[in-house]
């Protein structure tokens, strides 16, 4: 039950209607028996500064962020988080006292996922393709990590051409922007060990669409998908159709929602539980 005294935590984006984190938040919050509440606000670019400036009055400790307004909602924070800063986007809010600090979780999120299918970052070569505020992250946390080499594929050449100077000037000189084109791809995906969609082709509701043709795909290669729903893209069935590892982002959702968990309560994240709770929302979708 909410009362007056419930702390609130938003997500904000557009459009919602297919995330799962309220329900692993909110299963978290009943579980530790914290009177928090977590749900979905619709809002795209054009109402973002409205909404953020209504919850600094309200009882929200904080929001998560997602499409499209996870570099946007940068100019209206009061403080951002170094590493936030140098991915130049945040998912993760947290509001002390009327202030908005920023911090970016997806980058680690997915890398502690990944390292569930590899030992280490260090020494391997990446294809991204998508240089949003997710694959910003991913770039970043690359980078950091040690990759060796990250070929970077976006349509908007300014965007993608942005992060591999930003990545080669912070980080280390490890990144290359690559002009999208079936040939650029051939030749990236053959000299990489795992092929990274961060582009939200695929995701519901849109789940006929991938970003590239199969037959590029190399076999025994690691294709990662971070759209969580639905758990398995039309490229990652593909992916495994040619002999590909595959690996989704329902593993990236729960540990960047875990990082987001600890920066607004201080406590530390029920990794275990979380996760049974998300594996119970793809057993009732796939039931």
């Known amino acids: 039950m909410i009362t007056v005294n419930t702390k609130l935590v938003g997500l904000l984006g557009y459009p919602l209607t297919f995330t ?13 028996g914290l009177d928090h509440y977590y749900f979905p606000i619709e809002v795209g670019k054009e109402n973002l500064e409205a909404v953020l400036s209504g919850l600094r009055h309200m009882n929200f400790i904080g929001c998560n962020i997602t499409k ?6 940068m100019r209206y924070l009061d403080e951002v988080d170094e590493l936030a800063s140098k991915i130049g986007a945040v998912n993760t809010v947290k509001i002390v006292n009327g202030k908005m ?35 910003r992250a991913i770039a970043f946390t690359l980078a950091n990590h040690g990759a060796e080499k990250i070929y970077i594929f976006d349509k908007v050449v300014e965007c993608g051409q942005k992060v591999v100077s ?38 519901m509701p849109n789940i006929d669409v991938t970003p590239l043709d199969k037959n590029l795909l190399k ?8 759209t969580y729903n639905p758990i398995m893209t039309k490229l990652l069935h593909e992916a495994e159709e040619m002999g590909c590892i595959v690996h989704n982002g329902i593993g990236m959702l729960i540990h960047q929602g875990a990082k987001a968990f600890e920066i ?24």
């Not at 499209?68 to 909602?73: A, D, S």
């Not at 502690?112 to 997710?134: H, P, Q, R, Y």
């Not at 076999?219 to 971070?226: A, N, Q, R, W």
């Open 20 to 32: 799962f984190s309220p329900a692993m938040h909110n299963a978290t919050f009943n579980k530790l």
């Open 68 to 73: 499209p307004n996870k570099v946007r909602v």
């Open 101 to 135: 600090i920023g911090y970016n979780t997806d980058g680690e999120g997915y890398v502690a996922s990944l390292k569930t299918l590899i030992d280490d970052v260090k020494g391997k070569t990446f294809t991204l393709l998508g240089a949003g505020g997710a694959g």
């Open 166 to 203: 930003e990545v080669n000037s912070s980080i280390s000189h490890c990144s290359e922007y690559v002009f999208m084109s079936e040939e650029h791809l051939k030749e990236a995906i053959q000299a990489s060990d795992v092929l990274i969609n961060a582009t939200g082709a695929g995701m």
């Open 219 to 226: 076999k025994g290669m690691i294709v990662s998908d971070i």
């Open 264 to 287: 607004w309560t201080g406590i530390e994240a029920p990794i275990e539980s979380m996760t049974k709770t998300v594996t119970e929302i793809v057993s009732n979708l796939n039931s």
